[in-house]
């Protein structure tokens, strides 16, 4: 597709845009049902926590994981809506107070994550995980609002194509987690901490591979 006309690459990054929309769509009510209404005391997930070194304040950590999920939905809906808006001239106020609503959303998740980290399942070497994703996130995402401050636009989408990424963590987490316990038989927290690493690669690979698609097209 590479020199394509500029009607062809638009039309690509609709279809791209499209399909992120329903992912993004159909985790954001699963998180929020799943976390909210059908699991609220996250039974099914904290049964997995044997023999923490630490003991679990167990309303903090759910009042914790319920702010956690609460601005990871909004960060992926806020992500969601600048993406939308990205070619619309008289949006340019709307895409920018939303991108603070993301880059504050952003930073909550990460504080959050910051709490829960020592307790979680799989031991010190799964918090490691989350402690390296809490530094990697947020750098990222500000690398985009530089990029932005600079006037440098290719350079802002291709570093909020990066960020965004991030907003798959958790259900990138449970797929690999799922595929190693179900497929490969190892136990659900050893699956776990694969499953923090393995994604960390994919959600660090997976958005270059968007880029170049897209600069490609
Ligand atoms: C943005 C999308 C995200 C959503 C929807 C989300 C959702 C959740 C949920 C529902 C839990 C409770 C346990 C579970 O069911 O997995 C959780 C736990 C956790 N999340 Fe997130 N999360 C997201 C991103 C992140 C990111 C980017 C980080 C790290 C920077 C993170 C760090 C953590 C930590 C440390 C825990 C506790 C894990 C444990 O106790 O083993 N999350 N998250």
């Given at each position: 597709?590479?020199?394509?006309?500029?009607?062809?690459?638009?039309?690509?990054?609709?279809?791209?845009?499209?399909?992120?929309?329903?992912?993004?769509?159909?985790?954001?009510?699963?998180?929020?049902?799943?976390?909210?209404?059908?699991?609220?005391?996250?039974?099914?997930?904290?049964?997995?926590?044997?023999?923490?070194?630490?003991?679990?304040?167990?309303?903090?950590?759910?009042?914790?994981?319920?702010v956690?999920?609460g601005f990871a939905c909004l960060a992926?809906a806020s992500g969601?809506?600048n993406?939308?808006?990205?070619?619309?001239?008289?949006?340019?106020?709307?895409?920018r107070i939303n991108g603070y609503v993301y880059v504050v959303s952003v930073l909550l998740v990460v504080l959050t994550?910051?709490?829960?980290?020592?307790?979680?399942?799989?031991?010190?070497?799964?918090?490691?995980?989350?402690?390296?994703?809490?530094?990697?996130w947020p750098?990222?995402t500000m690398?985009a609002l530089?990029?932005?401050?600079?006037?440098?636009?290719?350079?802002?989408?291709?570093?909020?194509?990066?960020s965004?990424?991030?907003?798959?963590?958790?259900?990138?987490?449970?797929?690999?987690?799922?595929?190693?316990?179900?497929?490969?038989?190892?136990?659900?927290?050893?699956?776990?901490?694969?499953?923090?690493?393995?994604?960390?690669?994919?959600?660090?690979?997976?958005?270059?591979?968007?880029?170049?698609?897209?600069?490609?097209?």
């Amino acid at each position: 597709m590479r020199g394509g006309t500029k009607l062809d690459r638009l039309n690509h990054q609709k279809v791209l845009f499209n399909i992120l929309s329903v992912v993004s769509i159909l985790i954001i009510f699963y998180a929020l049902a799943k976390n909210f209404m059908i699991d609220p005391e996250a039974e099914g997930f904290l049964s997995y926590k044997t023999g923490l070194k630490r003991e679990l304040n167990l309303p903090v950590w759910l009042n914790v994981m319920y702010v956690h999920v609460g601005f990871a939905c909004l960060a992926m809906a806020s992500g969601l809506l600048n993406f939308s808006t990205i070619n619309v001239q008289n949006s340019r106020k709307l895409h920018r107070i939303n991108g603070y609503v993301y880059v504050v959303s952003v930073l909550l998740v990460v504080l959050t994550s910051g709490y829960m980290a020592p307790y979680a399942t799989g031991g010190k070497v799964s918090s490691m995980g989350f402690n390296l994703l809490n530094i990697i996130w947020p750098m990222i995402t500000m690398m985009a609002l530089v990029q932005i401050r600079k006037k440098r636009m290719i350079s802002h989408w291709n570093w909020m194509i990066r960020s965004y990424a991030f907003c798959f963590t958790n259900m990138l987490i449970h797929m690999i987690t799922f595929i190693s316990e179900r497929i490969f038989g190892l136990g659900y927290a050893d699956s776990y901490t694969i499953g923090i690493y393995a994604a960390l690669a994919l959600l660090l690979l997976i958005p270059e591979v968007v880029i170049r698609t897209i600069h490609k097209s």
